[in-house]
């Protein structure tokens, strides 16, 4: 059975950096994308940043390009995020997820989730 489990968010001021984790299990993810998606109180779950498994290949969300990095080991399987420059509209609760076959930005693109960490940016 597959299981995502993401870890590392928390509090912090904005300006600040966070590291999350995901560790996937059940499978071998090698050739999935492994992505980041978060949802605010009140709105809808957003696309954040997706990694292939081909080299180099990577999506992000505008709102993030040039402050977050999408990075995975897929010896470890497992899928990271840093998170720099944080700003208060990042406050949200991060979701990892799966793609057995698109490289998408789309919830509905995604297999498998997690259970959601959450991320609070304070001013």
């Known amino acids: 059975q597959v299981q995502l489990v993401e870890s590392g968010g928390g509090l912090v001021q904005a300006g600040g950096s966070l590291r999350l984790s995901c560790a996937a299990s059940?499978?071998?993810?090698?050739?999935?994308?492994m992505g980041w998606f978060r949802q605010a109180p009140g709105k809808e779950r957003e696309f954040v940043a997706v990694?292939?498994?081909?080299?180099?290949?990577?999506r992000y969300a505008d709102s993030v390009k040039d402050r977050f990095t999408i990075s995975r080991d897929n010896a470890k399987n497992t899928v990271y995020l840093q998170m720099n420059s944080l700003k208060p509209e990042d406050t949200a609760v991060y979701y990892c997820?799966?793609?057995?076959?698109?490289?998408?930005?789309?919830?509905?693109?995604?297999?498998?989730w997690g259970q959601g960490t959450q991320v609070t940016v304070s001013s």
């Open positions: 059940g499978r071998t993810f090698s050739r999935d994308s």
């Open positions: 997820a799966v793609d057995a076959f698109h490289f998408g930005t789309r919830t509905d693109d995604y297999d498998y």
């Open positions: 990694a292939s498994w081909t080299p180099g290949s990577k």
